[in-house]
């Protein structure tokens, strides 16, 4: 992926704190002081602002961007979308269609890892969103359509097909048309009753339902001579379907 778009990171060496740098010919204000444009251009990995802290200067990777994401609709997280990745095992020379597009979130880090992603995004505001999205991550092998996907896809010999989508049972017909003979489809929904009603709608199509999983995520506090999990944890945000055109 090409972040040409976003020219540098910096993170402040006390606190941690993180700065997305676009314009490499403006001095930039941060609380802790001025970081000048021609610290920023040259190729030191250590840089002073003109009130003496510290910053480390990095090239942006994926997980810098995807913390800039400009949201819209809820986006997906993490450890769903590297669900989705593990038990697809989508590529570099994977070709993929997501909908509905959203923020980006999903389509985004599939476009980071594979050869080729259309997205489909039928409601306008979020279209717009994700042209912003995809010119921060610079992501040239990702197309967007403002396009209703219950309508069709025009893409064929897909590997993978994502759909978060309310009613991705009205898919199923396209799906089975234009994904590649073992080529998986991963649905992601919040509701149970809709969960239950795309497995139904698998029955008597080439889509072959394989396993439906809801993924946690529990941190842990890590302080001195603390090591205990945290007291909350990141439950429930949707139901993974996982299938397969067999």
Request: net charge neutral.
């Given at each position: 992926?090409?972040?040409?778009n976003?020219?540098?990171?910096?993170?402040e060496e006390?606190?941690?704190?993180?700065?997305?740098?676009?314009?490499l010919?403006?001095?930039?204000?941060?609380?802790?002081?001025?970081?000048?444009?021609?610290?920023?251009?040259?190729?030191?990995?250590?840089?002073?602002?003109?009130?003496?802290?510290?910053?480390?200067?990095?090239?942006?990777?994926?997980?810098?961007?995807?913390?800039?994401?400009?949201?819209?609709?809820?986006?997906?997280?993490?450890?769903d979308?590297?669900?989705?990745?593990?038990k697809?095992?989508v590529?570099?020379?994977?070709?993929?269609?997501?909908?509905?597009?959203?923020?980006?979130?999903?389509?985004?880090s599939?476009?980071?890892?594979?050869?080729?992603?259309?997205?489909?995004?039928a409601?306008?505001?979020?279209?717009?969103?994700?042209?912003?999205?995809?010119?921060?991550?610079?992501?040239?092998?990702?197309?967007?359509?403002?396009?209703n996907?219950?309508?069709?896809?025009?893409e064929?010999?897909?590997?993978?097909?994502?759909?978060?989508?309310?009613?991705p049972w009205?898919?199923l017909?396209?799906?089975?048309?234009?994904?590649?003979?073992?080529?998986f489809?991963a649905?992601?929904?919040?509701?149970?009753?809709?969960?239950?009603?795309?497995?139904?709608?698998?029955?008597?199509?080439?889509?072959?339902?394989?396993?439906?999983?809801?993924?946690?995520?529990?941190?842990?506090?890590?302080?001195?001579?603390?090591?205990?999990p945290?007291?909350?944890?990141?439950?429930?945000?949707?139901?993974?379907?996982?299938?397969?055109?067999?």
């Amino acid at each position: 992926m090409n972040a040409r778009n976003v020219k540098k990171i910096i993170i402040e060496e006390k606190t941690g704190n993180k700065y997305l740098i676009k314009d490499l010919d403006d001095d930039f204000h941060t609380s802790v002081g001025i970081v000048l444009s021609k610290d920023l251009r040259s190729n030191k990995s250590k840089i002073t602002s003109n009130k003496g802290a510290k910053f480390t200067v990095i090239d942006p990777f994926f997980p810098d961007l995807w913390e800039q994401l400009q949201r819209g609709p809820q986006v997906m997280i993490a450890k769903d979308i590297g669900l989705i990745m593990a038990k697809t095992g989508v590529g570099k020379n994977s070709k993929c269609v997501d909908a509905g597009g959203g923020s980006g979130s999903l389509c985004l880090s599939l476009a980071n890892i594979c050869k080729e992603i259309t997205t489909y995004e039928a409601n306008s505001e979020h279209y717009e969103i994700l042209l912003k999205n995809k010119k921060l991550f610079g992501a040239e092998n990702l197309m967007v359509k403002k396009q209703n996907i219950y309508q069709g896809i025009t893409e064929t010999e897909l590997d993978l097909i994502t759909l978060d989508l309310p009613e991705p049972w009205l898919v199923l017909q396209q799906a089975q048309k234009v994904l590649k003979e073992g080529g998986f489809l991963a649905v992601y929904l919040p509701n149970i009753i809709q969960a239950k009603q795309f497995i139904d709608a698998t029955y008597n199509t080439e889509i072959r339902f394989l396993e439906m999983v809801e993924v946690m995520e529990r941190k842990w506090l890590v302080e001195d001579k603390i090591l205990r999990p945290e007291f909350q944890m990141l439950g429930h945000t949707g139901f993974l379907i996982f299938c397969r055109r067999l």
